[in-house]
């Protein structure tokens, strides 16, 4: 069975970094497009970033130049460095993996930013 499980998060102040682990179980790491996805109170989960089995990284416009995702296919681990965090990143973060349809989730990280 797919297991992610996400780590790393925490509460920091307004201009704070934090970086988010999540180690994928049972798949083959490498075939997979990795993904970050957050959700806030009262609003929709959303996409932060990607990185496809290529390396091809992406990210939502609000994170770009603060957030850098990688992955490293020895650990079967994906990252998700954040820096001069705002309250406004203040959400569960998600893991997700996807190859072809199928897509899993990790059970999700809280990361609270104060002002």
């Known amino acids: 069975q797919v297991q992610l499980v996400e780590s790393g998060g925490g509460l920091v102040q307004a201009g704070g970094s934090l970086r988010l682990s999540c180690v994928a179980v049972?798949?083959?790491?490498?075939?997979?497009?990795m993904g970050w996805y957050r959700q806030a109170p009262g609003k929709q989960r959303e996409l932060v970033a990607v990185i496809s089995s290529g390396g091809t990284t992406n990210y939502a416009d609000s994170v770009k130049g603060r957030f850098t995702i990688s992955r490293d296919n020895a650990k079967n681990t994906v990252y998700l460095q954040m820096s001069s965090l705002k309250p406004e990143d203040t959400a569960v973060y998600y893991c997700?993996?996807?190859?072809?349809?199928?897509?899993?989730w990790g059970q999700g990280t809280q990361v609270t930013v104060s002002s």
């Open positions: 049972g798949m083959t790491f490498s075939m997979y497009n």
């Open positions: 997700n993996a996807r190859f072809g349809l199928p897509t899993f």
